[in-house]
């Protein structure tokens, strides 16, 4: 199969499937993307496109989101065009996701090549991340700037053939005339490969010792240290937590960028303004902030984890989640809608109230003190996993499914995984 992905930011939500096509050596995979520089995955030939146009900084703040998606739109079309004159490469069918306009004027290109579009998040004025935190204050035209944003997944929907959302959270927040083209499956996790390590063991640089599982070790990870994702409670909690177990010690991986909402009045961004706020109150020699972090180190630190705090406003679930899920970890995190759909209380997880940090400790301390009390929930976390998120056994296949309903027999892939 001839397949065009598009992504500003490859391979984004695709980074499995891509990877499986590619192995099978017999597909023509192209990927558009503005990343740079954009990662190299054998067997795909990459171009980078450049948007054809961005709006001013002072743009009408109604029409800027759309004024950015067509220059992205546009100058996606235009590589495209470059793509088929200079190489013949004619898609049998592309996907990519809708949010930055990437897909808006493809069917101008190729009127009859099938879309297949990611659609992430329907933006509201209630109900999500706007207007969630009584600290996140919003004005009166917040509804209208919201709505405004919603300018670009409706005319995708109209472009697209087939919708794709991750999570039956994620897929309600659209509107009913969406739902007929949309399938829900999430991208998938390689369940296979994320595992628990009894073993494990990891360095750090100002420690004499490698931390195994029989340190007392809690762990707390975001993209980014953002208020969407709860790290001000996360920070409010903290005091509580060392002070309560003096052998513990916490592992924080995630930048210092903002990917959601609103940024830190603080000069020195929120991390700065949380160590400001609880500053005596904590133990800083068992705070250890890690940045973003590679991928087998990720996996080691969860692997070492006694208790993993999960926190989201109710928005975009992380994939951080559910490989987490996978690595049966034992699991805090906030009772929200989004969460509530991975996790059940008590079966593969704990649930607190996002906004109450001292929940939040006490959770974290019983868990810390008492592991073997909840020693079933990482198992049964991870089976959950297995059985509704594994990309080999679960989501491969369904993808593959509604790619080959798109286009013609010949050009279907008929090396298709059996599903579980």
Partial sequence: MKILFVHQN???????????????????????????????????????YRAHHKPAQDAYGLSKVWEEATGAGFGA??????????????????????????????KEIWPDVPQIGFFEYFYRATGGLVGFDPEEKVSDHTPFLMH?????????????????VPTLWQQNTFPEAFQSKFYCCH?????DIL??????????????????????????????????????????????????????????????????????????????EMEAE?????????????????????????????????????????????EVMAMQATIVASD???VREAITHGETGLLTDFFDPGRLADQVVDVLANPGDYAHLGPAARAHAVEKYDFMSCCLPEHLERMNSLVPASARITTLPSRS
């Avoid at 490859?10 to 192209?30: K, T």
């Avoid at 670009?152 to 472009?159: D, E, K, M, N």
Wanted: hydrophobic share 40%; glycine share 8%; proline share 6%.
């Fill in 148 to 164: 405004a944003r919603n300018a670009v997944p409706f005319a995708a929907i109209q472009t697209v053939d087939l919708g794709h």
């Fill in 77 to 106: 079309a235009m590589a495209a065009r470059q793509l088929e004159r200079d190489h013949g490469f004619k898609p049998d069918i592309i996907l990519g996701h809708t949010g930055w306009g990437e897909l808006l004027f493809m």
């Fill in 195 to 272: 595992r628990p390590n009894p073993e494990v063991s990891l360095g750090l640089g100002r420690l004499d010792h490698a931390l195994t599982r029989e340190d007392e070790v809690f762990t707390y990870m975001a993209r980014n240290l953002e208020h969407a994702r709860g790290f001000h409670v996360f920070m409010r909690a903290l005091p509580q937590i060392l002070r309560e177990r003096p052998k513990a010690r916490v592992l924080i991986i995630g930048g210092n960028e903002v990917s959601y909402g609103r940024e830190s009045a603080h000069e020195g961004g929120l991390r700065a």
């Fill in 278 to 322: 609880v500053g005596a109150e904590v133990d800083w020699s068992r705070v250890h902030f890690l940045g973003r972090v590679p991928y087998e180190n990720f996996q080691q630190i969860i692997q070492l984890s006694r208790c993993h705090i999960y926190l989201t406003m109710p928005f975009v679930l992380s994939w951080s989640l559910l």
């Fill in 10 to 48: 490859m391979p984004g939500q695709y980074r499995e499937l891509i990877q499986w096509l590619a192995a099978q050596g017999n597909n023509e995979l192209v990927f558009l993307t503005q990343r740079t520089p954009a990662p190299q995955i054998p067997g795909v030939k990459t171009i980078v």
């Fill in 187 to 191: 991208d998938g996790i390689r369940t």
């Fill in 336 to 338: 929200v809608d989004p």
